[in-house]
């Protein structure tokens, strides 16, 4: 009877840890988390970057997802987090609204807030899968381009100082929704040039092996939103799966390249994220 007893003592115990530690998760991961946001600080390397460009900072964010659980008041929060970067060049990799045919009439008031984002350089933008559906398609280009971002399908700008130095910055369409031309625009990049591509999605990296890239800049993923110990990414989506969140090296034929894989400022599908707070990715970029 006294093994019973403290048998039934010690699941009960169990139980209550249990769901003590569940509501708190729920709590922390529905409630908290979602609202914090980690600036992540990263250097990058290239012989081909241009003396007059070392130092310069870019500034990433990307998959805002403006709706429901992401409002007007937290987005001007994130415009003022990226100002006190004072950033060179800012870039966002997409899925600026989460479903825009329910967000209704406030479209416009998201890209007046987003014109606040100051930069010396310039900002630069591409669609991502939710900026090619839902209606978000109608107002997306013309929105960012009010907002002051240069928004990139499937091409290259260079951006040139006053001394004639430049750095490539290649835009590439949405791989879910859009059309993307992997050939058309990144044979344009020139061997000896810094090269920045930005898209959507991360997966794709492994299909630009063949051409001379720098860094690419990635978000899609969430970071995988919600991450579990010894488990790892818990929501996963298309070509976000094996490039998840974080820095990696692709080994291409003429150079290793950077790829980056910011994870995001919102939420879909559910509003939680454990274990992978909002991001702000920033790169100083130097020679040496």
């Known amino acids: 009877m006294k093994q019973l007893k ?25 409630m908290v988390e979602p609202h914090l946001l980690m ?5 990058v390397k290239a012989e081909q970057l241009p003396p007059s460009f070392e130092g310069m900072k870019i500034v990433q964010f990307s998959d805002v997802h403006v709706g429901a659980d992401y409002s007007i008041e937290q987005l001007q929060n994130l415009v003022h987090a990226i100002n006190q970067q004072r950033p060179d060049i800012v870039v966002f990799n997409g899925d600026l609204f989460d479903h825009y045919s329910l967000y209704g009439a406030g479209a416009n008031r998201v890209f007046e807030v987003l014109a606040g984002i100051q930069s010396t350089l310039g900002k630069y933008a591409v669609y991502g899968n939710h900026d090619r ?17 240069t928004v990139l399908v499937n091409e290259v700008r260079q951006l040139a100082l006053p001394n004639g130095q430049s750095i490539a910055i290649a835009g590439l369409d949405d791989f879910m929704l859009g059309a993307p031309d992997i050939t058309g625009t990144l044979s344009k990049l020139k061997a000896g040039q810094f090269n920045l591509v930005i898209v959507h999605e991360p997966d794709v990296a492994d299909s630009f092996t063949a051409y001379p890239i720098n860094m690419q800049l990635s978000g899609h993923s ?13 929501i996963t989506t298309p070509l976000g799966e094996k490039y998840v969140q974080g820095m990696y090296r692709i080994q291409g034929q003429l150079r290793e390249s950077a790829l980056y894989v910011n994870r995001g400022i919102g939420t879909t599908r559910a509003k939680f994220r454990l274990w992978c707070v909002p991001e702000l990715s920033v790169f100083t970029l130097t020679q040496s």
């Open 6 to 30: 403290q048998a039934v003592r010690w699941g009960t115990t169990v139980i209550l840890a249990l769901l003590v530690f569940g509501g708190s998760a729920y709590v922390y991961s529905s």
């Open 39 to 43: 600036v992540t600080e990263h250097v």
């Open 133 to 149: 559906g839902g209606g978000a398609n109608r107002v997306y280009k013309e929105g960012m381009e009010s907002a002051g971002f």
């Open 222 to 234: 969430h970071g995988g939103q919600v991450r579990l110990p010894l488990v790892g990414s818990f």
